[in-house]
């Protein structure tokens, strides 16, 4: 079944999951779509929101400043 990222219409709203009864967190969560997240979609419960970026996603890289010296063995 297809992934759908969802979270509570409202804050507040408790929606739980149907797999084990926990509630689906208010900043969303990801979930297998299926007719019980749909019926929710269609009575107004949740909204279809986008996912927040990951967090493994690399940061673009930061331009380099000047390296620091580096000292030689037998040197002060």
Do not use: C
């Amino acid at each position: 079944m297809p992934q759908r990222f969802i979270k509570p219409a409202q804050a507040g709203l408790v929606v739980r999951r149907p797999e084990n009864g926990k509630p689906l967190p208010e900043e969303g969560a990801s979930v297998e779509w299926s007719a019980h997240w749909q019926r929710r979609l269609d009575d107004g419960s949740v909204i279809e929101a986008a996912a927040p970026k990951a967090a493994t996603e690399q940061p673009k890289p930061v331009a380099a400043t000047e390296p620091a010296p580096v000292k030689k063995e037998g040197t002060k």
